[in-house]
């Protein structure tokens, strides 16, 4: 019971995608000494947990990654590759008006 209420709340998302594998190990440690959970479960219980927490860290910088995007976007803000692309572009107008 108490393995699926921890599985319910870290799925949820932010828990585990904020927790540390420290601070993981050390709550269910605590689970192990009030009885909780059986120290054979507590391996596995982490494992699951820190990987829930990475699943969702990587979702949430896609989401995050995705919204600057657009707010980017919406701001008519240049990106990174556009001003490459312009530098480049300079720099060879430039090589070229020297050469002529």
Known sequence: MVRSILNNVYSLGLGAAVASKEQIEKAVDDLVKKGEIKRSE????????????????????????????QVLASMNIATKEEITALERRIRELEQANQNN
């Open 42 to 69: 507590s391996e596995n219980l982490v494992e699951d947990l820190i990987e829930k927490g990475s699943q969702t860290q990587k979702q949430i910088d896609g989401i995050v990654q995705e919204r600057v995007k």
